[in-house]
């Protein structure tokens, strides 16, 4: 049974104009939403959605006031199901965990156990966060295009838009060591040596993938494709894509729209594949974090990984929107 009932949250509110403003709270185990199991959480990390959500973007929070953070790693400290025991190390991704219900943004947490994965042996808990959502969602991209005939052997490099951020720099990691070759798209010049470090074997300018083709099509290019930013790059890389290739859409940070010619559909066969990590069935989360242990060459991690105290998460939501954010922020918070 939980025995200490105070915990620490940054908690949004938002005032009568719409506008929301965050601030680091005390809060006890009443506050918490009702669900069966009770986690001492010891990490989180920094997503996209994170810094839309903390700036009132996007209205994926209806409800005030709110703990956000959208994953967290964490001890059970209570769970009624049965499902875990106290002392059991989880994780928790997706299920609108930090929009429609309170995140890891806290050192307490309270979810329904169906959304909770174990820690996957031989990773630590700050090994765990440093996947998270981004490295799930990164595996399930993988998993989709390999579902649609990628292999290491097709012709041409696979691209990877958006690939200095969190799920773009797993990406990078996981397919060069699985034999994949990579081309790595960013908009920042300062990124290079760190994505080569990663595995990546081209660097792709940002200036180039917005270069509309001057046609419905492209020379083909790519044997796959993880697109992480969306907007007229989407468009463009469906026109370079190879016969029968496929495109896992992941982020749209660049816009909603969609505009692309149905001709790379009609004459190349090329598949758009979206990838949603927030409803993923438990029995495919299990694979891709098995996959993940065995598959991410853990080394890779540490150049991805910063980890900031609590308190900066707020600074930090700002900067992510910039893109001045690399790699994963593993957030401590306990700190």
Not at 13 to 30: C, H, I, P, R
Not at 127 to 144: F, N, V, Y
Not at 152 to 181: F, H, K, M, Q, W
Request: hydrophobic share 40%.
């Amino acid at each position: 049974m939980t025995t200490q009932t105070q915990f620490q949250a940054l908690v949004l509110d938002q005032d009568a104009d719409g506008k929301v403003s965050g601030s680091f709270q005390t809060l006890d185990n009443a506050n918490l939403p009702d669900a069966d199991t009770t986690i001492s959480v010891k990490y989180s990390s920094l997503n996209y959605k994170d810094g839309m959500i903390m700036n009132g973007l996007g209205k994926l929070v209806r409800d005030y006031p709110h703990v956000p953070g959208v994953d967290f790693v964490g001890v059970v400290e209570e769970c009624t199901s049965g499902a875990f025991k106290p002392g059991d190390e989880v994780i928790c991704t997706g299920w609108r965990v930090g929009e429609v219900w309170w995140g890891g943004f806290a050192t307490r947490a309270r979810v329904k156990s169906e959304w909770l994965v174990a820690v996957p042996k031989g990773l630590s808990m700050v090994q765990t966060m440093s996947i998270g959502t981004a490295g799930l969602t990164a595996m399930m991209s993988l998993m989709a295009l390999e579902e649609h005939g990628l292999t290491p052997d097709r012709e041409g490099e696979v691209l990877i838009t958006g690939a200095a951020g969190g799920v773009g720099s797993v990406c990078v990691a996981l397919l060069a060591n699985l034999g994949y070759r990579v081309a790595a798209g960013t908009g920042r010049e300062s990124t290079h040596a760190y994505l080569t470090e990663l595995g990546a074997t081209t660097l792709v300018s940002r200036e180039e993938l917005e270069q509309a083709p001057r046609g419905p099509l492209s020379k083909a290019r790519w044997s796959g494709a993880i697109d992480n930013v969306g907007g007229k790059i989407l468009g463009n890389l469906l026109a370079a894509l190879n016969s029968n290739a496929s495109c896992a859409a992941v982020g749209n940070v660049a816009g909603f729209t969609f505009e692309a010619s149905v001709l790379p559909f009609l004459l190349r066969g090329v598949n758009l594949l979206g990838i949603d990590s927030v409803n993923c069935p438990t029995d495919r989360r299990v694979v891709a974090w098995n996959r993940l242990t065995k598959q991410l060459p853990l080394d890779k991690l540490d150049p991805m990984i910063e980890i900031h105290p609590l308190k900066d998460v707020l600074k930090l939501g700002g900067e992510i929107l910039k893109g001045q954010v690399r790699g994963r922020a593993v957030i401590d918070v306990n700190a």
